[in-house]
Every structure is written in structure tokens, then in C-alpha cells.
């Protein structure tokens, strides 16, 4: 498996937990943005067949959101298949834990 990544199982317990929370996290101004590892990215990107990637939203059993990010082939499709190399990643770190307060784009 490659580096950075969590299982189908996973991925989708996360995304569950993100549907029913979700309310919780934004009207709380809780959530601002994730700092994603460029090897999340550049991993994706080096899966055959991979042309865009897409992003989704989850929470952890610790409450921690992530951003999991999936490999979208020519069609539009998310590529998720680990015996065949497509993988979903994650290892996101939600802000405000990982802010760059000095950002234009991070507001208080």
C-alpha cells in the first residue's frame, strides 16, 4: 500500500461521520482548511490512468476532520481499488490546528 493511505472501510466511515457532523463543524466556524502532504498529491497523480483528483470530506473516531483524496480517471470517475494501485489518501491536517494565521485567506 502506498504511503499516506487508509482503507475503503475506513474512507467511508469517516465520510458518514462527516454527513451527520457536518452542521456541527461548519456552523461552529470550527473548520478553515487542511494542510495536505505534496506526497499525497504527487502519489495520486503518479496512478496510471489518474487525470484529475477529488476530494471528500470525513471525521475520525477522534472527532479529527480529514480531507481523503481519490484519483478521478478521463471519464470522471473516482478510482478506488487497491489491487489495482488506486488508493485513497489521507493524512490531512484539518486547520485551525495546522493555520497559517498570517494568510490573507485565513479569517478569524
Known sequence: MAKDTITLETAQEWAATWKENAETYLSENQLKAFL??????TQVLAEEGVVNVRSYLGIDENNEPHLMIVGVDADGND????????FIYDFSRPCPS?????SPLYIK
Open 79 to 86: 478510482m478506488i481499488d487497491d489491487s489495482k494501485g488506486w
Open 98 to 102: 495546522t493555520c497559517d494565521v498570517n
Open 36 to 41: 495536505i502532504p505534496g506526497t499525497d498529491v
